[in-house]
């Protein structure tokens, strides 16, 4: 990635195509010694938000670039090490929710939701590779499907085939997750050929449902 810059003029990585290229293309093919990615225009519109700039997802996750509208910031504290977060909103039940794209890429890739995704590699880089979960959520644990809200409530989620389907909110983490199990039970019954969804575990509640 050291050789993927980006120029102030026209502000695109270097050198998968021109800034002039740019104007009329919103993804790019490539491959680096991390291997292939896509390089996928934000769809900011102010100059000052990373108007014009690109991201590296992996191909997998080009659909999930064409399906929603992404925009960028560039955050972090005064003198301390800036990083780029990349999100989209989404009305679901009538309320507006924000959904990064390292959770999505995430869910995505291993099934399961989370909320504390970490990123390495260079700072426009969202390839599968450089994803992992935080060391916090890791020693905390918790159930499948579920993340803590900033109103420390408890949302239900759940991704199948690649799409992640919002199930609903709840006062503690075990409810929630009873909620995960409820819709992954209907879901067992519906799709009974279906060995990938009949393999899918249920949390571990009690009670179950």
């Not at 390839?127 to 644990?141: E, T, V, W």
């Not at 983490?173 to 393999?199: C, M, T, V, W």
Request: glycine share 8%.
């Amino acid at each position: 990635m050291h050789n993927i810059i980006l120029l102030g003029n026209g502000k695109v990585l270097t050198p998968i195509f021109t800034a002039i290229q740019a104007r009329d293309r919103a993804f790019a093919d490539g491959e680096d010694k991390k291997g292939p990615f896509v390089a996928c225009r934000l769809d900011n519109r102010s100059d000052a938000r990373l108007f014009g700039w690109y991201i590296l997802v992996s191909p997998e996750d080009r659909s999930l670039m064409l399906k929603y509208s992404w925009h960028g910031n560039i955050n972090g504290k005064k003198n301390a090490e800036k990083f780029v977060e990349v999100r989209r909103r989404e009305v679901i039940g009538g309320k507006e929710i924000t959904v990064q794209l390292t959770q999505e890429i995430w869910n995505q890739y291993k099934g399961t939701a989370t909320e504390a995704v970490m990123r390495t590699g260079h700072l426009l880089d969202f390839r599968r590779c450089n994803l992992q979960i935080s060391k916090r959520a890791r020693a905390q644990g918790g159930h499948r499907g579920v993340t803590k809200t900033r109103s420390n409530t408890w949302q239900a989620q759940i991704t199948v085939d690649g799409k992640n389907t919002y199930l609903g909110n709840a006062a503690s983490e075990d409810d929630a997750g009873r909620i995960y199990n409820r819709y992954l039970r209907k879901l067992k019954e519906e799709r009974s050929a279906n060995n990938r969804i009949q393999e899918m575990p249920y949390n571990d509640t009690d009670p179950l449902f």
